[in-house]
């Protein structure tokens, strides 16, 4: 799957790393749903992190469209929270 980190570029990320990554999604989606600052801001760069260490530059003159779409590292909650779906930010 295609993945874009919002002000970094895309990667790809192969199929078999989506379990990992929905573990630190349901990380962060529990850390917003209960408005904890600081374990959403361990949570969001851990999530971020774990698709930069699974996945693989997609060059910048590719068209390829992203199929997930993650905020920036240093986003803060309320920008998060909009980007959110009822599966949170990877869908399982």
Do not use: C, H
Not at 10 to 24: F, K
Not at 53 to 74: C, K, M, N
Request: hydrophobic letters at 45%.
């Amino acid at each position: 799957m295609i993945v874009r980190i919002l002000g970094e570029g895309q990667l790809s990320v192969d199929d078999a790393a989506t379990a990992g990554l929905n573990e630190l999604d349901a990380t962060l989606s529990d850390a917003i749903d209960r408005g904890n600052e600081a374990e959403f801001r361990r949570a969001l760069k851990a999530l971020v992190a774990g698709v930069r260490a699974a996945g693989t530059p997609v060059p910048p003159d590719s068209l390829q469209p992203s199929e997930l779409i993650l905020p920036y590292e240093d986003a803060d909650l309320a920008e998060v929270r909009k980007l959110m779906t009822d599966e949170g930010l990877i869908p399982g």
